[in-house]
Structures are given as structure tokens and as C-alpha cells.
């Protein structure tokens, strides 16, 4: 007799159909600039990186080594920490509620175009996430059974965390809060246990200190002062938050995200309450400060959607019986499925409506191909910069034989990581291919005093059906051999 579909097995089919597909789908759509600027990191594999953390950047090197550098393999990274993420997302839910609020939460991680899209897309969110519930998982299992060495591993996947991006940090106080808050964690704290979790974490995450250390802090610093030098009271950015919040969940689940950490922190008493409050309503509520203040990107409040999903799927079922509990779930279900196709088909179907200078896996190709005349034209190999890190990025993947590119840092602007690669000597007395997308703002705006020539070249325009996507500006530049090209400060040991 066929084994009965439980819940457990129901996910795991869902979870597995869904990997596969977006597998198929990974090979047709072209890099976002994102993942080809951290297919660049993965070229030169270093402890860490300019903007964040390495382990997005090492899993796509394992990737291409086993595959080879193509799109699909590039984002076979994010199918790995996209399974490790729902694989522990299932596991927590069925520790602090019951396997079918687990089952539910799978299905809306599986429906949500955020965690849908990020079964595909690679960035450094993706082992973040995998590593947020990883943690929390083994902070259940170590309070659900009294034992202290499941902190060990909590330390391990806080550490794999960080090591994806910064924001995991929020681990470590909301790991200490679910321990002190209750009676068992308490017992543990006055254990080895979680001190060794603690320095684990810290192990595992030193590369990137020893990084920084031999940088000035430069990635603390940008993403620190960096951030916060640009706040200033914006209310218009509250309606920005708002808007792009609701567009990476979906409208309807958004509102279910927002309410459930809320709702679970005033059943703070029931461990599992407890739990799932403390590892969502921090960030929640750190983003609905912000946000009035400094722009809150699409994918900043992901860390806080794996408990609040647990959260609002076990709320949903306790009031089952309720015929707008039960219209609502659908209704959010539908609404976030319609979200995720619109944007798995958004880049294959140009016909479908989408502002397209917001499109970002558009005209890299036309761009390399015209590059590449350009280049062979000139001929010598001119040095190719892109004047933000996206078309550097884009056209060192796209290019044939894949150069190295540059960014603006060769101008005395901030290129990011592409500052640590700049070379001087393969600046001075050379020629380069100079690419602005007008879409990025007063970049290369230093081109005329580094250039002895400057010639302006037709641009190559990019189109999504009729509606332009931008119109790159093509130079040609040649530097004199006695030209002063700047390092950035932390290269030179200057703040």
C-alpha cells in the first residue's frame, strides 16, 4: 500500500518540484548585475569582500567548479541555500507548532516571489537565510530538550549566517533573549554551551574580521557610517517601504508578516510564541524606525518573514473554523502565486507590463556584443569600464574570454570591491573602453581630467519590447602614461 502523504513528506515533494524547476528556469534569464558582480568575487576567492561577506561568493566558486560558469550553475548557490533554508524552516514549525502550521509556512515560502525568486537569484541573503533558520531550529531543539550542545550547532549556522551577510548579528541577542526568557534556557546559560555556540560563531566568522582588520574596517565602515550618513527624515520613504515590502511577499501576506510577530508577542508566556516572536519582531520593528529615515530595500526584512511565516500559518489554523480566516489564507495564497509568476515570466515576456529601466537581466548581452566591436576595433585590449559596478560586473561575465574589468574607482570614485583589484600600471599609458548607464547617476565624472583623449561614441540602446531600458554611453579614453590614478583611502591606510 502507498505511504499515506503526510505533511512532512507533502513538503518535501513541494520543496523538491520547486527546486527543480527553478534549476530549469536558472539557465534562461541573464545575470542580474547582483549576481554577476558576486560571480567577479568568486573569481578571486579571498577571505572576504568589499560590501559584504564571502560565503555567497565561495558557494558560487564550488558551483562553477563542479559545472562551470554559466548562469545556471552560477545559481546553483542559491538552489542550495534555498533547500537548506526550507528544509530547517519545516523543521522549526514543526518543533514550535505542529507539522501543518509547517507544512502551510512551506507553502507560502514556496509562493512568496522573495523566497520563490530567491530558489534562482544569488545573493548574499540566500545563506543568510539558511543559516537564520538553521539557528533557529537548533535554539528550539536546545530549549525542546534540555541540551546545551544543540547550541553548538546554533553558533555554527549564526556564524554561516554572518559569514552570508551582516544582519545576522541580530542572532546573537535574540538567541541570548530566548534563552534568558526561559526557565530551561536559563539552566542552559549557567552551562559551557553556549558560551562555546558564542565562540564558534566567532570562529567561523574570523576570516571576514581578519579581512577587515588588514583593511581599516572598510566593510564595517560602509555598511555602517556608510548607511548612516545618509539618513534624514524622508516621510515619503515610508510609502517606498511600504509599497516594496508588499511587492516581495505580496500585498495580503505582507499584512500577515507584519501582524503575526506582534500577535505572537502577546503570548509570550507559550514557549513557542516566545520563540517565534523573538526571532521576527526585532528586525520588524528596527525597519519600521528606519524607514521614515533612509531608504528599507526590498530584501532587508527577509530575516524576520521565517518565524513570522511559522507564526501566521500556526495563527491561521487555530482559527480554521472562521470563514474570513479561511477566505483570507486562500485569498493571500493566490494573490502571492499570481506575484511569483508576474515575476518568473517578467523577464521572458517583455510584452508583460513592467516599468523597464527597472529591468535588470535586460541588454547585458546586446551591451557585451557591442563592447567586443569596440574593443577589437581599438584593438590592444582596452581596459573596459563600467562606470558603476553593474555594467563592470555584467560585461566581465558576458564578454568573450571574460576580461577583467574595471569600475570607477579608476576616476577616485567608489568602485566597491573592484578597488581592491584596481592595478595602476594597467591604467596609465593604456586605452579604455569607457560604459555609462545613464541610469546611474554623476558616475566617471572625473573622465575628462584623466583622459589625454576622450572621444564619445554612439550609444547602444536597450530595449524591452518598444520601451527603452537605457541607452549606454560608450568612450574612448587614453590615459597618459604620467597620469595619477588614485587609490581609494582604505588602500593607502587613509580614512
Not at 29 to 46: D, G, H
Not at 51 to 72: K, Q, S, V, Y
Not at 228 to 243: K, Y
Not at 379 to 407: D, I, M, N, W
Request: charged share 20%; proline share 7%.
Amino acid at each position: 500500500m502507498p505511504k499515506a502523504l503526510t505533511p512532512a513528506r507533502a513538503a518535501m515533494l513541494l520543496v523538491a518540484g520547486s527546486l527543480l524547476f527553478h534549476v530549469a528556469y536558472a539557465g534562461l534569464v541573464a545575470l542580474s548585475p547582483q549576481e554577476a558582480y558576486y560571480w567577479t568575487w568568486s573569481r578571486r576567492l579571498a577571505l572576504s569582500y568589499f560590501d559584504h561577506p564571502p560565503l555567497a561568493a565561495w558557494t558560487i566558486r564550488a558551483a562553477t567548479d563542479l559545472f562551470g560558469a554559466n548562469e545556471r550553475a552560477i545559481r546553483l548557490a542559491a538552489t542550495l541555500h534555498s533547500g537548506l533554508f526550507l528544509f530547517f524552516l519545516f523543521l522549526a514549525g514543526r518543533r514550535l507548532f505542529s507539522e501543518r502550521a509547517a507544512l502551510l509556512a512551506t507553502v507560502f515560502a514556496l509562493l512568496s516571489p522573495l523566497t520563490s525568486l530567491g530558489q534562482v537569484v544569488i545573493t548574499p541573503d540566500a545563506p543568510l537565510l539558511s543559516g537564520w533558520a538553521a539557528c533557529l531550529y537548533f535554539t528550539v531543539r536546545a530549549l525542546d530538550e534540555e541540551d546545551g550542545r544543540w547550541l553548538l550547532a546554533a553558533g555554527l549556522a549564526t556564524g554561516l549566517a554572518a559569514l552570508g551577510k551582516y544582519t545576522a548579528f541580530l542572532l546573537v541577542p535574540q538567541l541570548g533573549l530566548a534563552l534568558l526568557l526561559d526557565p530551561r534556557g536559563r539552566k542552559l546559560i549557567a552551562s559551557p554551551w553556549p558560551w562555546l555556540g558564542l565562540l564558534l560563531a566567532a570562529l567561523v566568522f574570523s576570516p571576514v574580521l581578519l579581512w577587515n582588520a588588514e583593511r581599516h574596517g572598510v566593510s564595517f565602515v560602509f555598511q555602517s557610517e556608510g548607511r548612516t550618513r545618509t539618513f534624514a527624515f524622508t516621510p515619503v520613504l515610508v510609502g517606498r517601504f511600504i509599497g516594496l515590502q508588499a511587492l516581495s511577499v505580496s500585498p495580503l501576506l505582507w499584512l500577515a508578516l507584519m501582524a503575526a510577530p506582534f500577535l505572537a508577542a502577546r503570548r509570550w508566556r507559550e514557549p513557542g510564541w516566545r520563540v517565534a516572536a523573538i526571532f521576527s519582531l526585532p528586525l520588524v520593528l528596527l525597519m519600521l524606525v528606519i524607514s521614515p529615515f533612509h531608504w528599507v530595500k526590498m530584501n532587508w526584512g527577509a530575516p524576520a518573514y521565517p518565524a513570522a511565516l511559522l507564526a501566521g500559518a500556526e495563527l491561521a489554523l487555530e482559527r480554521w473554523d472562521r470563514a474570513w480566516v479561511r477566505r483570507f489564507t486562500w485569498s493571500a495564497g493566490a494573490l502571492a502565486a499570481i506575484f511569483s509568476l508576474y515575476m518568473h515570466l517578467m523577464p521572458l515576456w517583455p510584452a508583460l507590463p513592467f516599468p523597464a529601466r527597472d529591468e535588470m537581466f535586460a541588454g547585458w548581452k546586446q551591451l557585451a556584443a557591442r563592447v567586443d566591436a569596440e574593443r577589437r576595433a581599438m584593438g590592444g585590449e582596452p581596459l573596459v569600464v563600467g562606470c558603476t559596478y553593474k555594467p563592470a560586473a555584467e560585461l566581465a561575465f558576458y564578454l568573450p574570454g571574460r576580461p577583467r574589468t574595471q569600475s570607477a574607482g579608476v576616476f577616485g570614485e567608489n568602485g566597491l570591491q573592484f578597488d581592491e583589484w584596481l592595478d595602476p600600471a594597467a591604467v596609465k599609458g593604456h586605452s579604455l573602453l569607457l560604459v555609462i548607464d545613464p541610469r546611474e547617476r554623476r558616475t566617471c565624472e572625473g573622465k575628462a581630467k584623466l583622459c589625454a583623449t576622450l572621444e564619445r561614441l554612439e550609444p547602444e540602446v536597450a530595449r524591452r519590447g518598444d520601451e527603452l531600458v537605457s541607452a549606454f554611453e560608450l568612450y574612448r579614453c587614453a590615459v597618459p602614461a604620467d597620469a595619477e590614478v588614485p587609490l581609494p583611502r582604505w588602500r593607502t591606510g587613509r580614512r
